[in-house]
């Protein structure tokens, strides 16, 4: 059975961090190209960052750049998080793209992504 499991989210003041996990079961997640998205209260998901499954390439969001970090191994993908900014409360998904595309130097390509976790909240308030 295909799973992605989130977990890591919770309740930060401004300038904290957290640092979010997502366990994969059913595939082999080092022949896909991974990616962490966002929904904020009322926006559209949005792409956050990826790395593709080639040649390691890794892609951050402007709003993200410099405070977050992709990194993944054999079984976890993970996004550190760090001077966390009350504009980054939202809903974070990790997700996996089995063609291997989706993710590019300048952007993030959300329809590429066929798996999907659930979840997990991020709240960042003082």
């Known amino acids: 059975q295909v799973q992605l499991v989130e977990s890591g989210g919770g309740l930060v003041q401004p300038g904290g961090s957290l640092r979010l996990s997502c366990a994969v079961s059913g595939f082999e997640l080092a022949y896909y190209t991974v990616g962490w998205f966002r929904q904020g209260p009322g926006k559209a998901r949005e792409g956050v960052s990826c790395i593709n499954r080639g040649d390691g390439t890794t892609y951050y969001a402007t709003s993200v750049k410099g405070r977050f970090t992709i990194s993944r191994d054999n079984a976890k993908m993970y996004l550190q998080m760090n001077n966390l900014k009350p504009e980054d409360t939202a809903v974070y998904y990790c997700?996996?793209?089995?063609?291997?595309?989706?993710?590019?130097?300048?952007?993030?390509?959300?329809?590429?992504?066929?798996?999907w976790g659930q979840g997990t909240q991020v709240s960042v308030s003082s």
């Open positions: 997700a996996a793209a089995d063609s291997g595309y989706g993710c590019y130097s300048h952007g993030i390509t959300q329809v590429e992504y066929d798996k």
